[in-house]
């Protein structure tokens, strides 16, 4: 399994003067770019690391000149205020809805990366001296640069359309997601998964049953394995594709199966669709006369996936090591909810 730090970084928070570009905005309405920044933007775009702000500005000056330097689009929820920078580097967590361990935060200011490192010490500070060597270290370079890497920043904000659809909504949860068209797709994980699976294994923390991560290797040999099944989820509506956001390990061999390993991207924590692959697992192993338990892990993060196999009716049983052996109910698995399309592949 992996576990050396390696691309661990999914967001890279920016300071903007004296950083993003020379000088300071206020004091000059025509800054330029510092040398390095807009490669650096470019190579951590392409292998998915998202890009924010938290900078002292005026949020309007500031916004206008991203846009007239032709880089206001590489910045998802920017947060520029007044306020102290870790608050700032801490909403963008909260707004993408990633743990904030995975975030790194670039400044010129020793104070301010001291006040961020102070608040958050699971962030990683970096001075703004060494942006350009930023995508040669192993924290900003993924093992694998996967076609949903490419596209993560895109998908984001195909994400904030929905958001702002969903706000503006007048009705019930459900009947908003009845408007999305959502398809979501289940199938055995082909080798042209196997990038993104071992990459969904290392980024997803808080939908993650074991906390376990898997190496490309680990996957290819469990994929072609004749005692386990690997299944890979993938989900899009009507604003676009997420990709592939959710993983399932079923070890089959013997009368009982064991679900070794059950993720979900956040981006899709609130879609349902963490259950509707748990109940699909759950229809398999009753088809082929097996009993199903599942191993979890508790930690600081993913207490929403223990919700999700106590609402599929999973009872504590037993515990192996650091894990708890959930075991599947007897009862008639339910079907999935009538706002989602669910097609089955090979």
């Known amino acids: 399994m992996t576990g050396d730090g390696r691309g661990r970084v999914k967001c890279l928070v920016w300071d903007l003067d004296h950083t993003v570009w020379d000088g300071v905005l206020l004091e000059d309405g025509e800054v330029r770019l510092r040398p390095g920044v807009l490669e650096t933007l470019r190579a951590l775009d392409e292998r998915g690391i998202l890009l924010s702000v938290a900078s002292r500005n005026d949020h309007e000056v500031a916004m206008r000149r991203l846009t007239e330097l032709g880089i206001a689009e590489y910045f998802l929820a920017p947060q520029i205020t007044w306020g102290p920078k870790s608050v700032s580097v801490e909403a963008v967590a909260k707004s993408l809805n990633i743990g904030i361990d995975a975030l790194a935060f670039i400044d010129d200011q020793p104070f301010e990366l001291e006040e961020v490192a102070f608040a958050h010490p699971q962030v990683l500070c970096v001075h703004a001296d060494t942006v350009a060597e930023l995508p040669g270290r192993p924290e900003f370079t993924p093992r694998f640069r996967t076609e ?36 979501f ?162």
């Open 148 to 183: 949903d890497a490419a596209r993560r920043r895109e998908m984001y904000r195909s994400s904030e359309a929905r958001v702002r659809a969903e706000e503006s909504f007048e009705g019930a949860g459900e009947e908003f997601l009845s408007t999305l068209g959502m398809v």
């Open 185 to 346: 797709t289940i199938d055995r994980a082909q080798v042209s998964d196997l990038q993104r699976a071992e990459e969904l294994t290392v980024r997803t923390n808080q939908l993650n049953s074991t906390g376990a991560t898997y190496s490309y290797e680990e996957l290819e040999a469990l994929s072609a394995s004749e005692d386990h099944l690997l299944l890979m989820a993938g989900l899009e509506d009507r604003f676009g594709s997420y990709g592939r956001i959710g993983l399932a390990l079923v070890e089959t061999a013997g009368p009982e199966w064991r679900l070794k390993l059950l993720l979900m991207s956040c981006r899709v924590m609130n879609r349902g669709v963490g259950t509707v692959l748990l109940h699909h697992v759950m229809r398999l192993a009753r088809e082929n006369g097996a009993r199903l338990t599942a191993a979890f892990v508790p930690t600081d993060r993913n207490r929403v996936m223990y919700v999700t196999y106590r609402f599929a009716g999973f009872e504590e049983t037993g515990r192996t090591g650091d894990a708890l052996v959930l075991t599947a109910p007897d009862a008639e698995v339910p079907q999935p909810p009538p706002y989602l399309d669910l097609r089955i592949g090979g």
